[in-house]
Nanobody, 121 residues
Framework: QVQLVESGGGLVQPGGSLRLSCAASGSIFRIELMGWYRQAPGKERELVTHITTGGDTNYADSVKGRFTISRDNAKNTVLLQMDSLKPEDTAVYYC???????????????WGQGTQVTVSS
């Protein structure tokens, strides 16, 4: 079994910062990709950012220059530093990890339970 546990959401004023963290645990051979998605009310879930095992990153245009993703491969954790937050960043943020549980099995996407981020004055 694999679990992704997120923490760090909350309420912040516009222009403020928050840091989200996500830890993967369980039967894991290798984590190929880790990232964050978000879903605002009435909207589809969208990719925010992801990072490969080697540290290559990809960001949605809406968060470039404000959000930073990082990863600790030894601890199977991923962090999302969110700065200069805007009201339109308000959403439930989900951790995602593409995990191979054994050397013989293909990688499968796993999801965290989601953490609420609200940007409001």
């Amino acid at each position: 079994q694999v679990q992704l546990v997120e923490s760090g959401g909350g309420l912040v004023q516009p222009g403020g910062s928050l840091r989200l963290s996500c830890a993967a645990s369980g039967s894991i051979f290798r984590i190929e990709l880790m990232g964050w998605y978000r879903q605002a009310p009435g909207k589809e879930r969208e990719l925010v950012t992801h990072i490969t095992t080697g540290g290559d990153t990809n960001y949605a245009d809406s968060v470039k220059g404000r959000f930073t993703i990082s990863r600790d491969n030894a601890k199977n954790t991923v962090l999302l530093q969110m700065d200069s937050l805007k009201p339109e960043d308000t959403a439930v943020y989900y951790c995602n990890a593409r995990i191979r549980r054994t050397i013989y099995t293909p990688a499968v996407d796993y999801w965290g339970q989601g953490t609420q981020v609200t940007v409001s004055s």
